[in-house]
């Protein structure tokens, strides 16, 4: 049987693995990660309020601020002031925008596809459900 801290091991050294093919295929688009990732929550989820975004792609306030700053002055996207609530401000894709993540997600997409090619759907649904147990058990464990 497998001890906890060796599949720690080859579970770490494959997240590494695949993170260097993920930032390398990012890197490509000309963008940042975390510009990359504001750009593909608005692709898939349409326009969200910028404190939405900061959540789902684990950015700070002020790093968020910062990067609807630069996606704006790049003109990938543009803030428009939410009718009913003055205070609230949601990031929409600008057509340059869209057409940028577009091309850029495709692309990655396609790159990251090329790691799972080595499985077959039952392996991968497999491999879906044991990490989705591991990670939720261990987000629930109380550590003495």
């Not at 750009?39 to 792609?57: D, F, M, Q, S, W």
Request: glycine share 8%; with cysteine.
């Amino acid at each position: 049987m497998e001890t906890g801290a060796h599949i720690r091991l080859v579970l770490g050294r494959a997240a590494k693995a695949i993170e260097r093919i993920d930032r390398g295929s990012i890197a490509g688009t000309g963008i940042t990660v975390s510009d990359f990732s504001i750009l593909e929550a608005l692709l898939h989820k349409g326009p969200l309020p910028i404190n939405t975004i900061g959540e789902k792609v684990l950015l700070t306030s002020g790093s968020m601020t910062a990067a609807a700053n630069r996606l704006e002055e790049k003109g990938l996207i543009k803030r428009i002031q939410d009718p009913s609530d003055g205070r609230c401000f949601y990031l929409h894709l600008t057509k340059t925008g869209r057409r940028l993540i577009k091309e850029a997600f495709d692309k990655h997409a396609r790159n990251l596809e090329k790691i799972v090619d080595v499985l077959t759907a039952e392996e991968r649904s497999e491999l879906l459900t044991l990490l989705k147990k591991v990670g939720k058990h261990a987000q629930n464990l109380k550590l003495k």
